[in-house]
């Protein structure tokens, strides 16, 4: 089983549209968990951390499930501007590396 | 200014070849480490340095070595760079859990 698995999608929404990305983690002693943008041919960049009281910025939410293992990020009100890949990442629970999701892409259309 | 910085953006060798990819970083960051990225896949660990300390993935080949002579610069080495060894590779600095940043990338090909 993959440490970190995502829906690639991809997923086609009109602007203005909210879209849900889902995410599940295989090591259930994991302690940080993020959401990462990846844009073609670029470095990944953090978009938010992820915590188990749930979080939002802006138009973004990210929700935490520790006893499913499941990871979400919700995206309202689309712009064309959020197209990218979305890369759910955990964090490896000895040690400092990170381990990333395949990405889930998004392609949002006027 | 890039605090990250990754040379060359885009390398192209030949089929078995020994080539290097370069990383320094301006962060002070203890951590570095050094990921491969194919088309539409994930970020996939190669290795790490945790200060000296080497780290490696076990599933990474042995076609693949890290330098780290000092803080700032950390190498990819790869041996014999096959056709399947194309690929983005990153390289990503922490203060141990903190301040996550990566590099451009350097885009690898093959010939």
């Known amino acids: 089983r993959k440490e970190v698995e995502q829906d690639p999608g991809p997923f086609n929404v009109p602007e203005g549209a909210t879209v849900a990305f889902n995410c599940t983690y295989s090591n259930s002693a994991s302690q940080s968990f993020f959401w990462y943008r990846q844009d073609c041919r670029k470095e990944p960049k953090l978009l938010m951390s992820v915590y188990s009281s749930g979080n939002e910025d802006g138009r973004f939410t990210a929700q935490l499930n520790r006893a499913s293992q499941y990871i979400s990020l919700l995206i309202r009100d689309s712009k064309l501007s959020d197209s990218a890949t979305y890369l759910c990442v955990v964090g490896r629970e000895a040690g400092t590396a990170l381990i990333f999701g395949k990405g889930t892409t998004l392609s949002v259309s006027s | ?111």
């Open chain 2, 1 to 111: 200014d890039a605090m990250v910085i990754q040379n060359p953006r885009y390398q192209v060798t030949q089929f078995g070849k020994p080539v290097t990819l370069s990383c320094s970083q301006t962060l002070n960051h203890n951590v570095m480490y050094w990921y491969q990225q194919k088309s539409s896949q994930a970020p996939k660990l190669l290795f790490h340095y945790y200060d000296k300390d080497f780290n490696n993935e076990a599933d990474t080949p042995d076609n693949f070595q890290s330098r780290r002579p000092n803080t700032s610069f950390c190498f990819l080495d790869i041996r014999s760079p096959g056709l399947g060894d194309a690929a983005m590779y990153l390289c990503a600095t922490s203060r141990d859990r903190n301040g996550y940043t990566f590099g451009s990338g350097t885009r690898l090909t093959v010939v």
